[in-house]
């Protein structure tokens, strides 16, 4: 384990880039709607381009992690500071270790190290979502999918095109992804599965 790549990690998912783009746009993300400073919250308050914008840094805070970690400390420096950028999203020094919901910044790290699953997560949490009218029941799933398909990736053995060459890494970087954001998940599927249909 590489302390440094994890810190390094978490400081760089700990810059609260949302609440600044949302502070830019007018309106504080902490603040109003959810509360929560990522991506749904800004296009609820201030519409698809802020909530783009969001995506975008955070998905680019986690690829920047990653990229920092392969430098310092190789593939397992990757893994691990990819982990510590999520992290630091999601409990977070400045804000008393009070964060996003971290799927932004995950969706950057698994773009960044496991790059050949990233147009099927996107459309397993997409359809998801969708269907269960909740982004945490999509988050959920996908993170169920994830699992399946890290023991299969590999017990195949297949390759990336870039990111992690080691496929014994893929499950550590699963389920450590789905160790951190799915608290927060799961508050959110609870509230959408207790509460009354809707017409």
């Known amino acids: 384990m590489n302390p440094a790549a994890l810190l390094i990690g978490y400081l760089i998912g700990s810059i609260p880039s949302a609440v600044w783009l949302g502070l830019l746009w007018g309106v504080d993300l902490r ?3 959810s509360g929560n400073p990522g991506a749904n919250n800004a296009r609820r308050l201030r519409g698809n381009g802020l909530a783009l914008l969001v995506l975008v840094v955070e998905m680019g805070k ?3 992690a990653v990229s920092i970690g392969l430098l310092v400390a190789g593939e397992t420096g990757a893994l691990l500071a ?5 992290a630091g999203n999601v409990y ?9 919901k971290g799927l932004g910044i995950s969706g950057g790290v698994l773009l960044a190290l496991w ?3 990233f147009p099927l997560v996107v459309v397993t949490i ?3 979502s969708a269907l269960t009218r909740s982004t945490g029941i999509g988050t959920l799933v996908t993170q169920g999918f994830l699992i399946v398909a890290a023991l299969a990736w590999e017990g195949v053995g297949l ?4 990111g992690l060459s080691d496929p014994g890494l893929l499950l550590p970087l ?3 992804v789905g160790l951190m954001i799915s608290p927060r998940h799961w508050q959110d599927a609870r509230r959408r599965l207790s509460s009354p249909a809707r017409p």
């Open 174 to 176: 699963v389920v450590g």
């Open 159 to 162: 390759d990336n095109p870039w």
């Open 62 to 64: 986690g690829a920047a």
């Open 82 to 86: 990819g982990l510590g950028a999520i």
């Open 31 to 33: 603040r109003g709607g």
């Open 92 to 100: 977070n020094l400045w804000y008393r270790f009070r964060g996003g």
């Open 115 to 117: 790059p050949a699953v």
């Open 126 to 128: 997409a359809l998801a």
